[in-house]
């Protein structure tokens, strides 16, 4: 029987087993923590610029069930700030339930709690995963790997801060294993501009109870605030400067000037690294306390130390059953991100399973465009230098000056209807 096995439950890895359970493959997601979503957790930035572009072409392609969720649970929507258009911001602590019945309710079986330390390889094929627990192998026919590039410890110990006790937990739960480079794939590292491998993690959530009053209203009621620096605590602000940050909106001189909070139901603080110290100066922000990660005020996990070279179908050239989607896949950030890789993955992967060609998506399409465009940055050296998402920096330019950025719903139909491209999953039904 034809089954796939999709390593790491982010976004990317729920969107690949969406997708390939939506089309009635038999699917095993297997995540090493607690909780689906890892760093969709302590995010919760949508439609953004460019984001909303995809996240309507994915609606009309066929694949808009983990959009609408991220809809349902927003808390703010339309919401325009330094460098962003028409933002929403779901509810970090609402979102992951929804998505867990989603893929139960098409027959996914998740695994929480098993790490997968290895593969099994033979003659171009993976044959099955090895989990930690005990040696466990569950064999599959065609696999995919989301594990994302966050972490482990070691990482952020020798390329960051040190461990942050962020969101994914690695000391409790084990390091992060791509099986993508267990079998065989070169690990390329980006640089940031100090020359160390990786990025660090860009935003830090505050304990919403510890603003003062007056503020956490404000916030709750605006979704967005902005709270100017005084000169010194742009000073003293610690930590690493924005540009070691993966998200792009850091160098954004609006970034550096201000505290900008938001809105996700914990309080997302988009600002360089602060000590606790330097932040509790500020009115409101007496009481302050980090929520994710603790050490918020020395930095953040390191990631994107660990990207693999895909092909624009996400299969990996030297295996003919395993693909790859999110961090994973290469240079692109974002949950929107992730589920267009994701989606494609494991639509992919059904189609492998029915021994049909993997696809591409149409270049004349946002989605498209970003899975062309990452995999164009990530063979040289220079464009590795970079990290790319739908709604800042060289990637957000590029769709801009193509033209296929837009709100207009009726214009993305027709783009899509003349690509062939509207209910792109479903086909082969
Ligand atoms: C602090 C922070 C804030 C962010 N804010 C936003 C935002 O507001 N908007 C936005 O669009 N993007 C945001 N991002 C980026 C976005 O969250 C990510 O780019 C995207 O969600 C990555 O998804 P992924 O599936 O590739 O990886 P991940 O989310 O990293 O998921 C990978 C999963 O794989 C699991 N895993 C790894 N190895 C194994 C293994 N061997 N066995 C089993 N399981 C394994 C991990 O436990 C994890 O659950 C943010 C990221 C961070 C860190």
Redesign the pocket.
Known sequence: MQHLIV???????CAAALAAAKKGLAVTL????DRL????L?????RNNG?YTAAEELKLMGAGELVEITDCCARHAGIDFPGHRHASFYDVGRVELPVLQLLQSHGVKVLFG????NVEVKDRLVRAVILSQGREVIRGTVFID?????GPTANCSRFGNGCAMCI?RCPT?GP??SIAVKAGAEKIPLQRPAGQPGYF???CELEPSSLSPDLLRELRQKGVVLLPLPRELIDESSGSPAEEKA?RQYVLPQFKENIVLIDNGAV?MMAPFFSLQALRRFPGLERAVYRDPLGGGRG??I?FSGMVLRDNRLLLPHLDNLLV????AGLA??????MVT?TLAGYNAWRISEGLEPVLLPRNTVCGTLIYFTRQMGRTAAGRRGIYTLSGGLLWDYIRKRGLYTTDRDKIYHRLQKAGALAFFEDGS
């Not at 297997?30 to 923590?33: K, M, P, S, V």
């Not at 950030?333 to 992730?338: I, K, N, Q, S, V």
């Open positions: 390593v790491g439950g982010g976004w990317s890895g297997i995540e090493r923590t979503l890892a760093s969709g302590v995010g919760g930035i949508m984001r098993r790490r997968v330390v989301a594990s994302g590039t966050a994914f739960f992060r294993v993690s860009g935003s998200c997302k953040n996990s990631r989607a999110g961090e994973r950030l974002g949950h929107t991100e992730a994701g």
